[in-house]
């Protein structure tokens, strides 16, 4: 496994994977469940109106159009979409993220801790055909939501703390530039580590690492 610098951003979420194989329709597929946890100088009702009002999730996620109450459907950047199952404000809101014809669920919850900050935990589970998750693995789908994180830790400075330092704003100029590209492929070995510890060979873990990092280069 490619071994990279540590760097305060990538390092400031916890990581962890969790597959099944299973069959669907006559396919095999994998069950992939992918969780970042990090740690934000915001409390849950701070953070709660930059998740849930399409205004304020411009500002840092991107143009959200739609109703983000329980019950409610709405429209994401990239062509995703999405129903709200259900939210218990100001910590859990669960819903359907629905991208590339899959409807997958997704869970975001805040919790307080004592220090003052919040524990964020997102959760995507997604169905993915096995040959499709033996060339690309995890790091493809995950290294969106690493970008989306970073961006509100951005927006909120809510890293300052843990990281020392300002937090990048991920532009795609920022994403195409040294930085970014450095930073792409920390996530995708750590996603790749993740693979490995969850009983993916290292040499399939390898490939998925590779695919992840080639496709946000662009």
């Known amino acids: 496994m490619a071994v990279t610098e540590s760097l305060p951003v990538v390092d400031a979420v916890r990581r962890e994977l969790e597959i099944h194989e ?13 969780t970042l946890t990090t740690n934000i100088t915001r409390s849950p009702a701070q953070l709660w109106p930059l998740l849930t009002r399409p205004e304020l999730l411009a500002g840092w996620f991107g143009p959200v159009v739609g109703d983000l109450r329980e019950g409610g459907a709405f429209e994401a950047p990239r062509g995703a979409r999405g129903r709200v199952l259900a939210v218990e404000a100001p910590h859990r809101i669960s819903l359907t993220w629905e991208h590339g014809g899959s409807i997958d669920p997704l869970l975001i919850r805040l919790d307080p801790e004592d220090d003052g900050t919040t524990s964020l935990l997102l959760r995507h589970t997604r169905l993915v055909p096995r040959e499709e998750f033996e060339r690309v693995g995890p790091g493809l789908g995950a290294v969106h939501w690493e970008i989306a ?8 400075d809510g890293w300052r703390a843990s990281c020392l330092l300002d937090v990048p704003v ?27 510890v969850a009983g993916v060979d290292e040499a399939a873990a390898r490939r998925g690492e590779a695919a992840t990092t080639r496709a946000y280069r662009g």
């Open 22 to 34: 299973q069959v669907q329709d006559g396919r095999p597929v994998v069950r992939a469940s992918m």
């Open 170 to 196: 991920p532009t795609p100029q920022w994403l195409g530039g040294e930085q970014g590209i450095e930073h792409v492929r920390a996530w995708s070995v750590r996603w790749a580590a993740e693979a490995i």
């Open 149 to 156: 994180l970073l961006a509100l830790a951005a927006e909120t």
